[in-house]
């Protein structure tokens, strides 16, 4: 069935540095893919979403790549802050039974950026 | 922010009891969800409603039951709680059932832990 893989956290960065989250999915069709972020205390909000094989997606500073050659959509930041510290959900969207799409999440990668 | 309003934010209940949590929306979204948040699962939909008395299961619907009298409010109810439930329950809306690429718009969750 339909799937979504991530890395597992936590992942642990000093502030500045490069964050690479990666995310692989199975998936038959066109998925649409998601990044959403879940802040401490918080529901889920998107962070960027691609819908077309090679768009790319960013806000925030954050940018993903969707990849239909290798099913990736690897979330990348140049540069973290204290405040991205947050729980990072990869996500697809594709129809379902009855015809009305669903998103299908993965596990959630928990970053911690120290100062 | 969308107006998504979940309640209670946070129940202990004990085993075999009766729980109902309820979503509600000012955003008048025909599409309504809720997904159990779980450690290494992600988010996993449980019901989904695509409009008023229109419901179905998602992938883990066992014990769980929904209605959905008006548009704003979706109710998710625990028949009889077991300790397996407890977990943190978002509901998310969409206006249009996610396709083309839309997001989905989370509430803040409701913390429920059976004891």
């Known amino acids: 069935g339909d799937s979504v893989t991530q890395m597992e956290g936590p992942v642990t960065l000093s502030e500045e540095a490069f964050l690479t989250i990666n995310c692989t999915y199975t998936?038959?069709?066109?998925?649409?893919l998601f990044w959403y972020v879940q802040y401490p205390g918080e529901g889920l909000q998107l962070l960027l979403k691609?819908?077309?094989?090679?768009d790319k997606g960013s806000n925030k500073g954050f940018e993903a790549t969707y990849r239909k050659e290798t099913t990736s959509f690897h979330l990348e930041k140049g540069s973290v802050q204290v405040s991205d510290s947050a729980v990072y959900f990869c996500?697809?969207?594709?129809?379902?039974?009855?015809?009305?799409?669903?998103?299908?999440f993965g596990a959630g990668t928990r970053l911690a950026v120290h100062p | 922010d969308a107006g998504i309003t979940q309640s209670p934010r946070h129940k202990v209940t004990e085993t075999g009891t009766p729980v109902t949590l309820r979503c509600h929306q000012t955003?008048?979204?025909?599409?309504m969800y809720w997904y159990r948040q779980d450690p290494g699962h992600g988010l996993r939909l449980i019901h989904y409603?695509?409009?008023?008395?229109?419901?179905d299961k998602g992938e883990v619907s066992d014990g769980y039951s929904v209605s959905r009298s008006k548009t704003e409010d979706f109710l998710l109810t625990l028949e009889s709680a077991t300790s397996s439930q407890t977990s943190v329950y978002f509901c998310?809306?969409?206006?249009?059932?996610?396709?083309?690429?839309?997001?989905?718009?989370f509430g803040q969750g409701t913390r429920l832990t059976v004891v």
């Open positions: 998310a809306i969409s206006e249009t059932g996610l396709r083309d690429g839309t997001e989905a718009f």
């Open positions: 998936a038959t069709g066109y998925p649409s």
């Open positions: 691609a819908t077309k094989a090679d």
């Open positions: 996500a697809l969207s594709k129809p379902g039974n009855g015809g009305y799409n669903k998103l299908i």
């Open positions: 955003e008048n979204h025909r599409y």
């Open positions: 409603s695509y409009g008023v008395k229109d419901t």
